[in-house]
């Protein structure tokens, strides 16, 4: 049987999209490869060697940073919105199917964030918690609550003002991805078990659950790796603690060696590894529930 013959244009649509894909992932191929430099490397092409001399530089100290500490507040931080991103969602896409009086309009405020400038939402909390910290500030001088106030900073910080700034960016994609779900999904199954028996709370752990876990998986991830690469909504509501992507950002700015790509690289290594670990439970979960929901 002959090839089918190439029209001109399937070559320029090619030609068209390697670029694309070469844009898009060719500067994290370059930075991968030049955190392998040898101590005398640069910040530029050609490589001077090969070696794993600036990861070690990394973990040593880069100048006053501690990027340990910053490392470890992210995977903090980011395992407690992808814990809070999946519940909430998974409780929201329930209430909503069985719907309720402004359940529209609850819609529609939860996703507002996603079209307003993440800077914006980062100055209005951190502006909401600093009149939070004035309203604690008065109170406790009204009550004479003197060592309080000796001791007293700001209610502002990680897993407060910082917390919620990252879930009006994880919670949103959440719910569109839950609705998407329960929106397709066949409530004969649950008819079925009802019929069979089951309590409502049966019926949710051995049917509902096992067929949207490998949905629940997905938006796991999307809440870990949204947080874990968030700046601006953090730049302006985390405290005085920043996460590894602001101390990224500062080190742009001040440090002049391939440490900053070894930096870009374990970061980028972490949100790989979370992708890798979600793709295999979303395949050990398909072995556990064959067929598609709906």
Do not use: C
Request: hydrophobic share 50%; aromatic share 12%.
């Amino acid at each position: 049987m002959d090839r089918e013959r190439r029209t001109p244009g399937f070559y320029v649509l090619a030609a068209i999209f390697g670029a694309f894909v070469l844009f898009l992932y060719g500067p994290m191929l370059g930075i991968f490869v030049l955190s392998f430099q040898g101590p005398e490397g640069g910040l530029t092409f050609p490589m001077r060697g090969v070696s794993l001399h600036w990861f070690q530089r990394l973990f040593e100290g880069v100048g006053l940073v501690d990027i340990g500490a910053a490392f470890r507040r992210s995977l903090a931080l980011g395992g407690i919105v992808m814990a809070l991103t999946v519940a909430l969602s998974l409780l929201a896409g329930l209430a909503f199917r069985k719907g309720f009086k402004g359940g529209g309009l609850l819609f529609y405020v939860s996703v507002a964030s996603l079209i307003m400038p993440s800077i914006i939402v980062s100055l209005g909390i951190g502006l909401q918690f600093r009149l939070l910290d004035s309203a604690v500030v008065a109170l406790a001088e009204y009550y004479e609550w003197y060592d309080f106030l000796s001791d007293y900073t700001t209610t502002m910080g990680l897993f407060t003002s910082g917390l919620g700034a990252h879930l009006t960016w994880t919670l949103p994609f959440g719910l569109l991805i839950m609705f998407a779900v329960f929106n397709r999904f066949d409530p004969a199954f649950e008819e079925a078990a009802s019929d069979l028996g089951a309590t409502p709370w049966q019926t949710f752990r051995y049917v509902v659950l096992p067929m949207i876990g490998p949905s629940l998986v997905g938006v796991g991830m999307f809440g870990f790796t949204l947080s874990w690469d968030e700046i601006a909504r953090s730049s302006q509501a985390i405290g005085d603690l920043n996460t590894l992507p602001l101390e990224l950002q500062g080190l742009t700015t001040t440090v002049t060696t391939p440490v900053i790509y070894a930096l870009g690289t374990l970061t980028t290594a972490v949100s790989l590894v979370v992708i890798a670990v979600s793709l295999g439970t979303l395949a050990a979960l398909r072995r556990r529930v064959p067929g598609r929901v709906g």
